[in-house]
């Protein structure tokens, strides 16, 4: 029988995992892959819209909100690892993945690695360059500050680039949540996971492989992976659809909700009901 609702934990790959799993049993599958330092929270109001016609499904990446910290050194492989043998465990066979940054990379290497588990891909505010020497000095000054500074102060400072100018006055709310989900995170998940991302590998090499529909997503002011880094990916994945969301930084499924859900809802509806 299925678990249905949400903070179900479950164990894969030796690690407590807790998801929400919302929607109708046979419906299409979607799962949403939050980005770094948040939670499965983040997704709230997509799947709010979506889980009246399809299975929806977001899970909390290891470290991450209620899942397990884990054992040894974070990679995007593990995270992969962890992604499909959660969906083993779900008897999943093929879902349509959507990432939002961190998420984008997990969905990224995925699909490289495990192209037949897939229907299609939505990516969010991600890119699929490797860190270059800059942003990999800047990962380890991170760490120092955090130690340091402390999770408060990395905090303050990482929502002045994760939302646009005029976010802070017209989006309080998801400015609070986003601060409660980074203050929540552990220090061991925020090292770990930095090294992670100082290690990880490009997938643009991989992207003219992908043979399944693709939805590339960004906010127009996103500064951490921006437009230019979507049209890349753009422009490596055959027929893959680019949206450049007005009114949003790097979390535009929470700045700019409206157009973002628009865009989602239009592309799954023609991946599963079109023809
Ligand atoms: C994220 O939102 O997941 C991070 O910005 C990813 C990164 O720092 O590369």
Redesign the pocket.
């Known amino acids: 029988m299925r678990d249905v609702g949400n903070n179900i934990k479950i164990t894969v790959n030796n690690l407590t995992v807790c998801y929400n799993d919302e929607g109708q049993e046979g419906a299409p599958v979607i799962i949403f892959i939050?980005?770094?330092?948040?939670n499965k929270s983040m997704w709230d109001k997509q799947i709010k819209v979506l889980k009246d016609n399809y299975r929806v499904i977001a899970y909390d990446v290891r470290g991450h909100g209620s899942s397990d910290v884990g054992t040894g050194i974070y990679s995007i492989e593990l995270f992969v690892n962890d992604l499909i043998n959660f969906m083993e465990a779900l008897k999943i066979d093929k879902a349509i993945l959507c990432g939002?940054?961190?998420?984008?990379?997990i969905a990224l290497r995925a699909i490289e690695n495990y192209p037949d588990h897939f229907d299609a891909l939505i990516l969010c505010?991600?890119?699929c360059i490797a860190?270059t020497s800059e942003?990999k000095e800047k990962?380890m000054k991170t760490i120092e500050n955090i130690k340091k500074d402390g999770v408060e102060a990395f905090a303050e400072d990482s929502l002045k680039n994760?939302f646009a100018p005029e976010s802070f006055t017209s989006k309080e709310a998801e400015i609070a949540s986003t601060r409660e989900m980074i203050v929540n995170t552990s220090k061991k998940t925020l090292y770990k996971t930095?090294r992670a991302?100082y290690e990880r590998k490009e997938t643009c090499g991989s992207l003219p492989n992908i043979k399944v529909p693709v939805l590339i997503m960004v906010g127009n002011e996103d500064k951490?992976?921006p437009p230019a880094a979507a049209q890349l990916m753009h422009e490596k994945i055959e027929d893959s659809m680019l949206c450049i969301l007005e009114q949003a930084a790097?979390?535009s499924n929470m700045e700019n909700p409206t157009e973002f859900n628009n865009q989602l809802e239009k592309f799954v509806s023609t991946v599963y009901y079109s023809g």
């Open positions: 939050h980005g770094f330092p948040f939002l940054s961190m998420g984008g990379y505010d991600t890119n860190d942003v990962r994760l930095l991302f951490i992976t790097h979390l």
